[in-house]
């Protein structure tokens, strides 16, 4: 198959939309993905399939899209240089107290020798019950993953999300609980979604607590509000696109030139960071697509971000870069 989307829920539960795709810059009545880069440069970004599979395990998958092969890459390791530079110079920024938080994100290049990458898609099927799984394949290229963060989830007039920020490997909580700078980057990613979710209503936030997803530790947070105005989803895009566990604190125009600026320098993806959402049956669920990886021809990216505040040490950030793509590779069975 080469032109093909999929969602899948934290439960297991997925969706296979295959094309061609009608597109539309408002979301459509009926079953649409949301597909667009970090930018939001997409005029359309809503998808609506010529046919709809509903996947619920890994049967329903393979009888669609054929069992799963062999994937081979040969991964190029990453250079410092690049990343060092922008790492001081926005930590730089922080410290003088003009910038709280961005996100520099670190790409790793590989080779394709073997197989085709969306045959990964068993494998974002497959993914613990915690993440969800995201894709979207065109002829030539694609991307797919499966990320613990939910950018939102809207049914009715309630909408829930959650701060994911702070990162560890398993067998250190005592220490990750009280670590200042991870519950920093934490607090801030919170207090940004507080503040945006206050404008559509009274919001109710649960208590920050660790989590696990694909072998690597977190804070989360719950957050829910109920809007006392009907919201649009692309309203809802914008008004919570990039958070600062992706993108910048603060949100200004200024911040996110140069944010713009550090993801072309550092030749990120697109789709790392951007939103991917789903409609169906009345709710609507975007994802923030981390965790993940493209691909065009032979030639495949591996994308993970680290967040910098003022207690950031480049070791300390660039071994949680190195931690987040190694977690994707063993999802993907790479």
């Not at 989590?211 to 989360?220: D, I, P, T, Y």
């Not at 939103?275 to 169906?280: D, M, V």
Request: hydrophobic content about 40%; charged content about 25%; some cysteine.
């Amino acid at each position: 198959m080469t032109d093909f989307a999929f969602f899948r829920l934290p439960n297991g539960h997925a969706w296979l939309g295959l094309g061609p795709f009608t597109e539309s810059a408002e979301m459509p009545e009926g079953t649409a993905f949301f597909v667009n880069d970090f930018d939001l440069r997409d005029a359309r970004p809503w998808k609506q399939p010529a046919k709809l599979v509903e996947i619920t395990s890994a049967g329903d998958l393979q009888a669609v899209v054929g069992q799963a092969a062999k994937v081979k890459v040969v991964w190029e390791k990453p250079r410092t240089e690049g990343f060092k530079m922008a790492f001081r110079r926005i930590r730089r920024e922080v410290v003088a107290e003009r910038l709280t938080k961005m996100v520099p994100v670190l790409t790793e290049c590989g080779l394709l020798e073997e197989g085709d990458p969306a045959s990964l898609l068993h494998a974002v099927m497959g993914a613990p019950d915690n993440l969800w799984g995201y894709g979207r394949v065109t002829e030539g290229g694609g991307f797919l993953g499966a990320t613990p963060e939910l950018l939102f989830q809207r049914e009715g007039d309630e909408v829930k999300t959650m701060a994911l920020a702070g990162t560890a490997k398993p067998g250190a909580d005592d220490a990750f609980l009280v670590d200042v700078k991870e519950i920093e980057e934490h607090e801030i990613v919170a207090g940004y979604l507080m503040d945006r979710l206050s404008t559509l209503g009274e919001v109710r936030r649960d208590q920050r607590h660790l989590c696990e997803a694909a072998g690597l530790r977190h804070f989360q947070t719950g957050l829910s509000v109920h809007c006392s105005l009907p919201q649009a989803a692309n309203d809802l895009v914008r008004l919570l696109h990039p958070t600062p566990a992706v993108g910048c604190l603060p949100r200004t125009e200024e911040w996110l030139g140069k944010l713009r600026e550090y993801r072309s320098f550092l030749k990120v993806p697109g789709f790392f960071g951007a939103p991917f959402g789903f409609s169906h049956a009345g709710a609507q669920h975007f994802v923030v697509s981390i965790r993940g990886l493209g691909w065009e021809g032979q030639k495949l990216t591996l994308p993970s971000g680290c967040g910098i505040v003022g207690g950031s040490a480049f070791d300390h950030e660039w071994r949680e870069l190195r931690l987040k793509r190694e977690a994707v590779v063993r999802l993907l069975g790479l």
